[in-house]
Each structure stands twice: as structure tokens, then as C-alpha cells.
């Protein structure tokens, strides 16, 4: 059975919100300006967070979204004032998935979850994968090492994925961002270095051995035991 989706907006405007629901009638769609609503949990949760809003910067709330248990693992990405560069490794460091130049509207909203949710479906081979104690289940979009769940972002866990389904493998940082699902017209390249330093964060807090190696001026590689 499908996972049930949802939208939630923390926005200074929140008339997108019946504007986006009326483009995307089978996810439901929640606005808000400062406290997190109650959330359900089990659900597949797509957050768009404005960088300011009227109480709170967006830095803040996307933390506050990786503090709730229902949108922990919950694809974040924040609408930025500007295109710069230092603003977007800043909402990246901040737990953000992705970022969107703003002003946002309803129908770029929706062009952006139409991309997510294309990325987002589990390829239909290679659906548990493995390399020494570290396993990949991609439909259950969960890893573990030494039988412990590695806590991994989506943007993390479809790298991760990735790598060891192909191990050995240069991967320019073009590519990864072709294979996350990511325009790459509007991604700086070196987003790709911020993502990669996340999760090797994640795999070192586990005790994951780092097998992530940078091959200067080509990308990254994930070495096989």
C-alpha cells in the first residue's frame, strides 16, 4: 500500500497553501507561520521552509522539523531570499535537503514535488544492499550497521544507496546530483560536498569504518572491502 504524503509550508504566505492543494489534490497540504502543528506520524512528509519568517529564521525551524520524530526523516527544503552561495551551504548545514530560490509559488512548488516524488520511488532492482555490516534496505529507506539504523537525511540515504550498489565507481558531482534528482541548472556543484560531509558524519557517528574517498578533481568514489 503507498505511503500516505504530505505537504507542510512554513511560510510567511500562506495563501499558497489552497492554491498548491488544488494542484496536487492527493497530498495533503498544511501552512503554518512559527509552532510545528501536531503532527502524525508514518507518513512521507515534503517540508518547504521560507529562510525568514516572522518569529523565527528558517535555520531554526528546519531544525526544529529534524527534532520531531514525525518529520525526522522528512525531505526539507528551504526557499531562500537569494542566490548565494554561502546561504546555501548555510541551509544545508542546517539539516535542508535542498534549496529553492525564491519568491516560491504554488505551481513551482508543485513542479518541485512532482521532481521529489520521481526521485523518491525505490528503484525496482537491488532492494536490499550490502557491503561487510553495513545494509541497505531501499524500499524500507532504512540503513544499519552492525544491526544499529544509521539516522540518514534522504538526500544521505539515496547517496549511500547509491555508492554501494556501485562501488568502486568515480562519481563526478554532476552526476550525484542527477542521480538525487536535483536540477542540476540550480545546484551549485559544491552542494554535493556539503551532502557527502553529512553523511560521512552520520556513518562516523555509527562507527562505520569511512570508505568515501574524494578523487580530486573528479568526485567520489566508495571503496569495496
Request: a neutral charge; charged letters at 30%.
Amino acid at each position: 500500500m503507498p505511503t500516505r504524503e504530505a505537504v507542510i509550508l512554513a511560510s510567511r504566505d500562506l495563501s499558497i497553501v489552497p492554491q498548491l492543494h488544488a494542484r496536487m489534490a492527493d497530498v495533503d497540504v498544511a501552512g503554518f507561520h512559527a509552532d510545528l502543528p501536531v503532527l502524525a506520524e508514518g507518513l512521507q512528509y515534503w517540508c518547504f521552509v521560507d529562510w525568514l519568517l516572522p518569529d523565527i529564521s528558517g535555520i531554526e525551524m528546519c531544525r526544529r522539523l529534524r527534532e520531531t520524530k514525525a518529520t525526522r526523516y522528512a525531505h526539507i527544503t528551504m526557499i531562500l531570499e537569494e542566490d548565494d552561495s554561502e546561504t546555501k551551504r548555510r541551509a544545508l548545514r542546517s539539516g535542508a535537503d535542498d534549496y529553492l530560490i525564491g519568491p516560491a509559488d504554488a505551481e513551482r512548488l508543485a513542479a518541485r514535488l512532482h521532481q521529489y516524488r520521481r526521485a523518491h520511488d525505490p528503484a525496482p532492482t537491488a532492494a536490499r544492499l550490502r557491503s561487510g555490516d553495513l545494509q541497505v534496505d531501499v524500499a524500507a529507506v532504512l540503513a544499519r550497521y552492525k544491526d544499529q539504523r544509521v539516522s540518514l537525511a534522504p538526500n544521505e540515504f539515496k547517496l549511500l544507496a547509491h555508492f554501494l550498489e556501485n562501488p568502486d565507481r568515480v562519481f563526478s558531482r554532476c552526476s550525484l546530483i542527477g542521480i538525487l534528482g536535483k536540477d542540476d541548472s540550480s545546484i551549485d556543484e559544491r552542494t554535493v560536498d556539503v551532502w557527502i560531509g553529512r553523511l560521512r558524519r552520520a556513518l562516523k557517528t555509527q562507527g562505520v569504518p569511512d570508505r568515501l574517498r574524494t578523487v580530486r578533481a573528479m568526485g567520489y568514489v566508495f571503496d569495496n572491502m
